[in-house]
């Protein structure tokens, strides 16, 4: 038989297929929903996947699509409110991220020491496309490829709430689980909400250290941030202090004045916060190094206690 007609008749053949796989489809779930779908569909040879980075990137067959971009969040885990000042919440981190690139960022461990540091120890590493595969497949595992699911409410009150948010399979998936790993002390729970939060409290704990992933021979390095959000509020000087107390050191703030830099928090009485980046970002690192949790900053004519926010890649990305 001639090539021509060889080649003529496999392009025939494939086309024949792509038709009627495309006519065997089903729905994928969408943002939102309360429910799944499962789906027959046999997997395409490749897919390929666009962040809102706009960065795109074909996987390997039977991957799970995930946005690619180094400012895209494929994951992240968090945890917030209850009981807690204000200005905690608004400094708060989450407890891991991975975006598309393959980019981890985590919250390293915390001495003792008090006072602490100023700024949080925030440790990054990356890893390969198939430890994210891993990620994804035991999330999903987890039930968390799914909107609306009932982890119903512990019998406790003002603790914090964990928010799960996945981006994957063109979907974004969140799930808010208040009291996460608090179970034990309520017996309000359901025995399927008990196993749901099971799964979800197992992943959290592994998704720490990517070597539960398959992730071999990380090399960890402190988190270079690029942008700052800073949280000032004058010091109150009708406050009486205890000499025996352990005193705060003093630096100079060596940016625009505080009192009128950025702007007011809504809701937060003298709150003001003003995100750093660039040059003046690079003026304040060295002092940063010499700060702690209590340091006093001298801005205009005033004292500040400040609260410190490293920016993430995509925080920085929608500033």
């Given at each position: 038989?001639?090539?021509?007609?060889?080649?003529?008749?496999?392009?025939?053949?494939?086309?024949?297929?792509?038709?009627?796989?495309?006519?065997?489809?089903?729905?994928?779930?969408?943002?939102?929903?309360?429910?799944?779908?499962?789906?027959d569909t046999v997997a395409p040879p490749s897919t390929t996947t666009t962040g809102p980075s706009g960065s795109s990137t074909t996987l390997p067959a039977g991957s799970i699509a995930h946005p690619t971009g180094a400012a895209d969040v494929v994951i992240r885990v968090m945890t917030g409110g209850g009981f807690i000042p204000i200005e905690y919440n608004y400094t708060l981190l989450p407890e891991v991220t991975v975006y598309g690139d393959g980019r981890v960022i985590v919250q390293g461990p915390m001495t003792m020491q008090y006072p602490g540091a100023a700024l949080p120890n925030l440790q990054t590493t990356m890893v390969s496309e198939d430890v994210i595969q891993a990620i994804l497949a035991a999330a999903k595992e987890a039930g968390l490829f799914q909107n609306g699911v009932d982890y119903g409410q512990?019998?406790?009150?003002?603790v914090g709430t964990t928010t799960i948010t996945i981006n994957a399979d063109g979907a974004t998936?969140?799930?808010?689980?208040?009291?996460?790993?608090?179970?034990?002390?309520?017996?309000?729970?359901?025995?399927?909400q008990q196993q749901a939060r099971a799964a979800v409290n197992d992943l959290r704990g592994r998704l720490n250290d990517p070597a539960n992933f398959g992730a071999t021979e990380l090399?960890?390095?402190?988190?270079?941030?690029?942008?700052?959000?800073?949280?000032?509020?004058?010091?109150?000087?009708?406050?009486s202090t205890d000499s025996t107390d352990i005193q705060p050191n003093h630096l100079p703030w060596p940016l625009a004045d505080l009192a009128t830099a950025g702007k007011a928090v809504e809701n937060a009485q003298d709150l003001r916060v003003?995100?750093?980046?660039?040059?003046?970002?690079?003026?304040?690192?060295?002092?940063?190094?010499?700060?702690t949790q209590i340091t006093l900053w001298k801005s205009g004519t005033a004292e500040y206690n400040l609260f410190l926010r490293p920016l993430l890649p995509d925080e920085v990305a929608a500033a």
């Open positions: 038989m001639p090539r021509l007609t060889v080649v003529v008749l496999a392009a025939l053949f494939v086309f024949i297929l792509a038709v009627g796989a495309a006519a065997c489809g089903t729905a994928d779930v969408q943002p939102g929903g309360g429910g799944s779908s499962t789906s512990p019998g406790i009150t003002d998936y969140k799930a808010g689980i208040y009291a996460l790993g608090m179970e034990d002390a309520s017996g309000n729970l359901t025995m399927q090399v960890w390095e402190e988190y270079d941030f690029t942008g700052l959000r800073v949280y000032s509020r004058p010091v109150d000087t009708t406050l003003v995100d750093i980046t660039g040059d003046d970002l690079a003026t304040l690192k060295p002092l940063l190094r010499q700060a």
